[in-house]
């Protein structure tokens, strides 16, 4: 089955930058989506970025335009977040997630099936 493992989170100040990285064993990264999503306390995950890990297209959240940036590593089965112009309402845990792909776009963000563990981003002055 495998599973995903994010890292990279952390603290850091408004206009800040980090990479969350995501590393895949296993069967989770042939033929899928891969997705970051974050989530506030009593609030519902948000769908923040995803990409194919075929072809590439990407997709993000309005939030996010412009500021980050999903890639992948196939060697490596890893997708990474770079987060740039951090700001305080990007705080939230942000979790890696996948699904299968199954040819249509990976912005279908209730198709995420499998979830890792989650890393903790703060931007606070």
């Known amino acids: 089955q495998g599973q995903l493992v994010e890292s990279g989170g952390g603290s850091v100040q408004p206009g800040g930058s980090l990479r969350l990285s995501c590393v895949a064993s296993g069967d989770m990264y042939s033929n899928r989506c891969m997705g970051w999503f974050r989530q506030i306390p009593g609030k519902e995950r948000e769908g923040v970025a995803s990409?194919?890990?075929?072809?590439?297209?990407?997709y993000y959240a309005d939030s996010v335009k412009g500021r980050f940036t999903i890639s992948r590593d196939n060697a490596k089965k890893t997708v990474y977040l770079q987060m740039n112009s951090l700001k305080p309402e990007d705080t939230a845990k942000y979790y890696c997630?996948?699904?299968?792909?199954?040819?249509?776009?990976?912005?279908?963000?209730?198709?995420?099936?499998?979830w890792g563990q989650g890393t903790q981003v703060t931007v606070s002055s």
């Open positions: 997630a996948a699904a299968k792909w199954d040819g249509n776009p990976c912005n279908n963000w209730s198709a995420y099936h499998s």
């Open positions: 990409i194919n890990t075929i072809f590439g297209p990407t």
